[in-house]
T-cell receptor, first 114, second 110 residues
Framework: ETGVTQTPRHLVMGMTNKKSLKCEQH?????MYWYKQSAKKPLELMFV???????ENNSVPSRFSPECPNSSHLFLHLHTLQPEDSALYLC?????????????FGNGTRLTVT | TQLLEQSPQFLSIQEGENLTVYCNSS?????LQWYRQEPGEGPVLLVT?????EVKKLKRLTFQFGDARKDSSLHITAAQPGDTGLYLC??????????FGAGTRLTVKP
């Protein structure tokens, strides 16, 4: 079983829907991340949470709203998305403030916006 | 312009061949990581290099960090179909600023 679990694996939603992505880590890490992976583009860092506080928000549109209730859980709430938001959304965890600490990724949620 | 440029973007080879993929930047990194991502899965760490000029070996994979800590290469000897995947490099500039390249998609044909 992977140390980082994401649900759902696949999600199809209309532009007016509201949905949430869930991530859970079992590694005892103190930082969690949301990345967006689109075809032929680098992974884009969306949000970073350390000790449940948001420490980075890379100019992500407000239709994406993160929530980190504790160090093991991370959510991404989605509302009125656009077709160009279709992508693989990856959650990761690590030990914050340790530049050599690798990112441990979940298997992602494949999102399709219709 | 991407911070980390990976080349080639795509590579298709026969089983048993050798290959090298590159990760280049004009920025200096405190460390650089290589990940492999297989279809339907998230990226998995292969190696972290920290010291300029460092060489690390992982079975048939050899990773090198440039002397100036701006670039890196991954060499695979006698590639196997199981090596197929997307190879991503990621550079750390400070404690939580990890930037990724777009990746090299490798296909090894039996």
């Amino acid at each position: 079983e992977t140390g980082v679990t994401q649900t759902p694996r696949h999600l199809v939603m209309g532009m007016t829907n509201k949905k949430s992505l869930k991530c859970e880590q079992h590694l005892g890490h103190n930082a969690m991340y949301w990345y967006k992976q689109s075809a032929k583009k680098p992974l884009e860092l969306m949000f970073v949470y350390s000790l449940e506080e948001r420490v980075e928000n890379n100019s992500v549109p407000s239709r994406f709203s993160p929530e980190c209730p504790n160090s093991s859980h991370l959510f991404l709430h989605l509302h009125t998305l656009q077709p160009e938001d279709s992508a693989l959304y990856l959650c990761a965890s690590s030990q914050f403030r340790d530049s050599n600490s690798p990112l441990h990724f979940g298997n992602g949620t494949r999102l399709t916006v219709t | 312009t991407q911070l980390l440029e990976q080349s080639p973007q795509f590579l298709s080879i026969q089983e048993g061949e050798n290959l090298t993929v590159y990760c280049n930047s004009s920025s200096v990194f405190s460390s650089l990581q290589w990940y492999r991502q297989e279809p339907g899965e998230g990226p998995v760490l292969l190696v972290t290099v920290v010291t300029g000029g460092e060489v690390k070996k992982l079975k048939r994979l050899t990773f090198q960090f440039g002397d100036a800590r701006k670039d890196s290469s991954l060499h695979i000897t006698a590639a196997q179909p199981g090596d197929t995947g997307l190879y991503l490099c990621a550079g750390a500039r400070n404690n939580n600023d990890m930037r990724f390249g777009a990746g090299t998609r490798l296909t090894v044909k039996p």
